[in-house]
């Protein structure tokens, strides 16, 4: 079936390490996205990307990384520069700059908890 | 993408008619509505997109005056599992140059029995 993947699910790190977040689609999207959403409250957008090779900064991007190297993948990096990293993480696409509107597809996102 | 303001919560009772308005006084001529639902612990979902007039689906009608600065979303008879966080997002993503899709911070629906 198509859709967005992430994976794990659930991921426990240890204060200070760095930690990668999978995200995968087979939608033939040009655009991806993450999102960061805490307890309570609304989506925070902290990197996208419109094409291969190229990805922009969200609002809150500070102590994370990106890379998109191929169209299905964009994986995240939380860096142990971010100083509060426990949080609800979600990764979705959209067809991007083919189309007009806002229409965007979600994975079922990965709970981060840093212990 | 154009910002929205909408209510922080709404309560209703099964088989009631929800609407849930949102405010975009800033939208662009290009700028397309689109509404989610999300559950606890997953993903928004994609409920219903418009530009102008109405829009119906199989689940949920948008209604979008004239002048576009804003639009409601119409829930009809809901039940207990329509209880979610409804986001409204204005924008385009057919524009080049890094758009965004932003989420405010969404709107509560409690439906009871």
């Known amino acids: 079936d198509g859709g967005i993947t992430q994976s794990p699910k659930y991921l426990f790190r240890k204060e200070g390490q760095n930690v990668t977040l999978s995200c995968e689609q087979n939608l033939n999207h040009d655009a991806m996205y993450w999102y960061r959403q805490d307890p309570g409250q609304g989506l925070r957008l902290i990197y996208y990307?419109?094409?291969?090779?190229?990805?922009q900064k969200g609002d809150i991007a500070e102590g994370y990384s990106v890379s998109r190297e191929k169209k299905e993948s964009f994986p995240l990096t939380v860096t142990s520069a971010q100083k509060n990293p426990t949080a609800f993480y979600l990764c979705?696409?959209?067809?991007?700059?083919?189309?007009?509107?806002?229409?965007?597809?979600f994975g079922q996102g990965t709970r981060l908890t840093v212990v | 993408l154009a910002k929205t303001t909408q209510p922080i919560s709404m309560d209703s009772y099964e088989g009631q008619e929800v609407n849930i308005t949102c405010s975009h006084n800033n939208i662009a001529t290009n700028d397309y509505i689109t509404w989610y639902q999300q559950f606890p612990s997953q993903g928004p979902r994609f409920i219903i997109q418009?530009?102008?007039t109405k829009v119906t689906n199989e689940v949920a009608s948008l209604f979008i005056p004239a002048d576009r600065k804003s639009s409601t979303l119409s829930l009809p008879r809901v039940s207990l599992s329509d209880t979610a966080v409804y986001y409204c997002l204005v924008g385009t993503t057919s524009t080049g140059g890094g758009n965004k899709l932003t989420f405010g911070t969404g709107t509560q629906l409690k439906v009871e029995l």
């Open positions: 979705a696409s959209s067809i991007g700059p083919r189309r007009s509107g806002t229409e965007a597809f």
């Open positions: 418009g530009y102008k």
């Open positions: 990307s419109q094409i291969v090779n190229d990805f």
